[in-house]
């Protein structure tokens, strides 16, 4: 069976209903460090689970019988600049722990997330590369590449069969987005909504790779189910759907409800934003298994607003 790890997450909250929707219910485990929200306790087995505790871990898989992880437990990126060491110890022991159970064969498939955070602010913007300079400049951009560099490396050493998504921000509304710079572009869909006026805290200007996570799922049951020789990169695969500002989200909006009104107050994630690409380049992701995103800011707009309107 397939064990979700940060299963209250904004990406871990639709992994699992999705993989619950295509293997059954009895046969998706979902955990997380605290009890989620009923919907998902209800819809099937949930472990409070520490992913950093390998024993605990080790401990679900053999009573589960686990031959799948998805690894979505994480700090984000904005948090991980206020907590560096406990960031830095989540994103990299529980890493470790779901490896070394790829290496101990006690499990046989394994999806970790990585993120355009592995690129820095010396990395070539537009149509970011698969391969290019990433100096990251933020901890989650560290712990990210640092990462991508240890699947790499148990995947050719031990061959451990670990797949890897570089994520773009993920627009959703069935879960609020868990402490991330590109939570705006979700926490404004239900400011407009819900008081028709929303303070952006990064410039209005700020271009970032974005995408529906309704496209996110997709690609991630799409790459876990390649065969493993068509699985190209090892370390993470760059994915895109499209870019855009804070100012063109509001554009948007304003076609559904005319008089929304946007202001900007730019904070210490501004910075993290300006270290981050503005659009990728997924050409890989395309040849090597077919990506294609289905989602533009137009239809993701209205799927957000229609799914949100109370
Ligand atoms: C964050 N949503 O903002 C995450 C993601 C590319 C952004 O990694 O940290």
Not at 75 to 95: G, H, V
Not at 160 to 184: A, E, F
């Amino acid at each position: 069976s397939i064990l979700i790890i940060g299963a209250c997450g904004q990406i871990g909250t639709e992994l699992t209903l999705a993989l619950r929707d295509k293997h059954g219910k009895e046969n998706v485990i979902a955990s997380d460090i605290r009890e989620g929200s009923e919907n998902l306790m209800d819809s099937g087995p949930f472990e409070v689970l520490d992913a950093t505790d390998y024993d605990a871990l080790e401990e679900i898989v053999a009573y589960y019988e686990i031959s799948e992880v998805y690894l979505m437990a994480a700090m984000l990126s904005a948090t991980a600049e206020k907590f560096p060491m406990r960031a830095w110890n989540l994103n990299m022991n529980s890493l470790f722990n779901v490896l070394n159970l790829g290496k101990e064969k006690k499990v046989d498939k394994i999806f970790w997330p990585s993120s355009i955070a592995v690129f820095g602010p010396n990395t070539p913007k537009e149509h970011t590369l698969q391969s290019t300079i990433m100096e990251p400049s933020t901890v989650y951009g560290i712990s990210k590449q640092s990462g991508e560099r240890w699947c790499e490396y148990y995947h050719h050493k031990f061959g451990v069969d670990v797949r890897s998504i570089r994520y773009p921000g993920l627009i959703s509304w069935k879960t609020m987005p868990g402490g991330g710079t590109t939570d705006y572009a979700v926490e404004i869909y239900h400011k407009a909504l819900s008081e028709g006026t929303y303070t952006c805290f990064l410039k209005e200007d700020t271009e970032l790779p974005m995408m529906f996570m309704d496209d996110a799922i997709r690609a991630t049951l799409q790459l876990m189910e390649v065969d493993k020789e068509n699985v190209k990169v090892r370390a993470s695969y760059n994915l895109a759907a499209m870019s855009f500002t804070p100012a063109q989200i509001a554009e948007q909006i304003k076609k559904h409800i005319k008089d929304f009104k946007i202001s900007y107050k730019p904070d210490f994630r501004q910075a993290i934003a300006d270290s981050w690409p503005s659009s990728i380049d997924d050409s890989k992701a395309r040849t090597d298994w077919g990506w294609q995103a289905r989602f533009d800011l137009e239809n993701t707009t209205k799927e957000m607003l229609e799914n949100l309107a109370p």
